[in-house]
């Protein structure tokens, strides 16, 4: 019942994506509300983050003509789980092992049928077909819910001619499971668009038990192998290794060349067995390595690391690195349309690589930003057209300034000297408070733990906040004041704008949640 219709969804997708090709009425979903420049570089701002559904995402990118060479995705799985994401708060008498807080992160279709889930990654993928090069590559990372039936569509969608892997990806050590074999793995299944894709062939280092077994060591302790430098087949050619022309082999040929010979007798790189025959001694540090395989147990999440975000369903870097580096180029674009908390525009900006990354959830995209910010990366922050800054309220009373909107509300002093053409402007951040506990979802142990730390420092949950002079709806923040590598929060901030711009200020709190506030000086 359930392929029967999983084929009626594909047909569907089919017909709505071609339709969609050919409409002229669309109108753009998603424009950007956030840009950050790194010093005078505004060279590059095709990187972007969208904090918005992926359909328009998509949508958006089809009808502006932007092609990308690279697509991993790490959709949900159909678990119909909960996953949590630990989150760090900063009290000010904390210097290190920072208390967390444990907050939904998202619901993998816990009410839906499966049919649901696979009627919505079908359309999404058909899109994503769109999106790609036609050197580009996809990698749909999944896991044992549904990658049977997800290997039917990216079939239908891709074409089984362009399928190029599965891929095991071993995610834990040992599972001890008294009722089954332990399930320690993910698949990732790797699909191209055409037969002309990018390929930078991925090597790994020999073992040291490798080299121990199939390699020999020179007087210096260098490691090398023999090579033999003949092919199959016969060929009635000769070459000379120094002491006058040699036949192969019956049903060989020399594969080297008496040009590529010379250079080895000078380098005193071959050698020759007791009877005499050739060999082609090759050094491991003229090797690349050997060529990696399907099955990876290398790249298993490290448990304590400096790249653990907290985030629910984290994937390691170094996946992520094999990944983008196989398939993509330096300037290619890389996108991730279920992006979580940013890994591989983080990894594809470090690779120096050009990115997209997409995530609905307020949280996801706080903590992504927050790594490509740390990058000093040029980068746009996309939202929905019509999405506005939630309403604020400001208070003034001299120079204390309440703002707040339906979750926060922030007490400041804003100490302004004025000038002839220019003031001289203080902001000292005071407190940040939640209008209602209920406004973070978090179960009444979280709750509780949150706010006796709240008591203690009502700045405790501020992630960073940013001011824009000369504001003009787009907001390009000039200074950015982040938490320091001891987790302290600089609290005053204090520069000149000219008379008659406009200031904005905006507050992020660690759950992604922001407070924003502009005004004009005079």
């Not at 790609?132 to 039917?152: A, F, P, R």
């Not at 332990?182 to 002309?196: A, E, M, Q, S």
């Not at 062939?201 to 090579?227: C, I, V, W």
């Not at 000039?478 to 904005?504: G, T, Y």
């Amino acid at each position: 019942m359930l392929i029967e219709t999983l084929t009626n969804i594909i047909k569907k997708y089919r017909i709505e994506t071609e339709q969609f090709l050919i409409s002229e009425d669309y109108e753009i979903q998603n424009e950007p509300k956030e840009a950050y420049i790194s010093g005078d570089n505004d060279s590059n701002m095709l990187n972007r983050l969208y904090i918005a559904d992926n359909l328009t995402v998509l949508k958006d990118l089809i009808k502006t003509n932007i092609k990308i060479d690279l697509i991993y995705i790490d959709p949900p799985y159909n678990t119909k789980a909960d996953y949590h994401s630990k989150i760090a708060v900063y009290p000010k008498n904390c210097v290190r092992n920072f208390p967390k807080i444990e907050k939904l992160a998202y619901t993998d279709y816990k009410k839906n049928r499966t049919a649901d889930y696979l009627d919505a990654i079908t359309e999404r993928l058909f899109l994503m077909r769109e999106v790609l090069s036609d050197k580009g590559s996809i990698y749909v990372h999944l896991d044992w819910h549904v990658v049977h039936y997800v290997k039917i569509i990216l079939d239908e969608v891709f074409g089984k001619e362009n399928f190029v892997n599965e891929i095991i990806w071993q995610r834990t050590g040992s599972q001890n499971n008294a009722a089954s074999y332990g399930t320690n793995f993910d698949v990732i299944l790797f699909y191209k668009k055409c037969d002309d894709k990018i390929w930078n062939n991925p090597t790994n280092e020999y073992s040291k038990e490798h080299l121990n077994s199939y390699f020999k060591t020179d007087k210096d302790g260098k490691y090398y192998r023999l090579n033999n430098p003949t092919g199959k087949g016969y060929q009635n050619h000769t070459r000379d290794f120094g002491a006058g022309p040699v036949f192969p082999p019956d049903g060989r040929h020399w594969s080297v060349s008496q040009n590529e010979i010379d250079r080895l007798l000078k380098e005193n790189k071959i050698v020759f067995t007791s009877s005499g025959y050739p060999f082609i001694k090759k050094y491991l540090d003229d090797m690349s390595g050997k060529n990696v395989q399907s099955i990876w147990d290398d790249c298993i999440p490290p448990r304590k690391s400096s790249e653990l975000t907290g985030y629910a369903t984290q994937k390691p870097e170094k996946l992520l690195e094999r990944i983008i580096s196989a398939s993509s180029d330096e300037n290619s674009i890389v996108a991730d349309f279920y992006g979580g908390s940013g890994t591989a525009a983080f990894v594809a900006k470090k690779l120096g690589r050009s990115w997209i990354t997409c995530d609905f959830g307020s949280s996801a995209g706080a903590i992504a930003k927050k790594r490509m910010l740390s990058l000093f990366d040029n980068f746009q922050v996309y939202r929905p057209m019509h999405e506005n800054e939630l309403h604020t309220k400001a208070l003034y009373n001299d120079q204390a300034v309440e703002i707040e909107n339906d979750f926060l509300k922030a007490h400041l002093q804003i100490v302004q000297q004025n000038k002839s053409d220019t003031d001289q402007i203080k902001i000292i951040l005071e407190k940040l408070t939640y209008k209602d506990k209920s406004c973070l979802s978090l179960n009444k142990v979280n709750t509780d733990k949150l706010f006796e730390i709240l008591d203690n420092d009502p700045l405790a949950t501020i992630d960073l906040w940013e001011i824009n002079t000369g504001f003009g709806g787009v907001f390009k923040p000039q200074m950015i004041i982040k938490r320091d590598n001891n987790a302290k929060l600089p609290v005053e901030s204090e520069f000149v704008c000219e008379k008659n711009k406009r200031i904005a200020l905006k507050i992020t709190d660690v759950f992604g949640l922001t407070l924003f506030h502009d005004w004009v000086i005079e």
